[in-house]
């Protein structure tokens, strides 16, 4: 499978795209409600960096080959699974899988899926995010009245 740049994928939480160069990209979670999603990208050592990221935002790495670079277009509340719309918007994807777990495993596989809810996860780092914007416009007005 090969993708050119400008092309969508929709995914949900724990579905991976793999691109050139063994890269990896997770869809750890989907929050609609806090209107983010959490991406995660690995090889096969393991993670290589994590975004939390919102509508227009992007998630890139050129560490390695031609690299690649994500733009996330909406994001969807859905009935039984949320949505992220991703833009391709460089890197050449090369396989696509759905249901991964952090074992490596297809989620069909004979180990049981992964109990629980990463919402808290996701609140804690809503709130961080939301803490540190508030820091950076307060530090911007102090020094902004000297």
């Known amino acids: 499978m090969h993708t050119a740049g400008g092309a ?3 995914m949900s939480t724990r579905e991976t795209i793999t691109f050139a160069d063994n890269l990896t990209v997770v869809v750890m979670d989907v929050e609609p409600g ?3 999603v ?3 990208l690995r090889d096969e050592h393991g993670p290589l960096r994590s975004s ?3 509508t227009g935002e992007s998630f890139s790495y050129d560490a390695r080959g031609e690299g690649l670079k994500l733009t996330v277009l909406r994001i969807y509340a859905g009935g039984e699974r949320d949505l992220v ?4 918007v460089s890197g050449e994807v090369v396989g696509r899988s759905h ?3 952090l074992y490596g495993h297809n989620q069909d596989s004979d180990r049981p899926a ?3 809810s990463s919402s808290l996860l996701n609140a804690g780092l809503a709130a961080l995010l939301v803490l540190l914007l508030a820091a950076i416009a307060y530090l911007g007005t102090r020094s902004a009245g000297r």
Do not use: I, K, R, T
């Open 85 to 88: 719309d991703l833009e391709v």
């Open 38 to 40: 959490w991406l995660e």
């Open 52 to 54: 939390v990221l919102a």
């Open 114 to 116: 992964q109990d629980g």
């Open 34 to 36: 806090a209107g983010v």
């Open 8 to 10: 969508e994928v929709f």
């Open 99 to 101: 249901g991964f777990n």
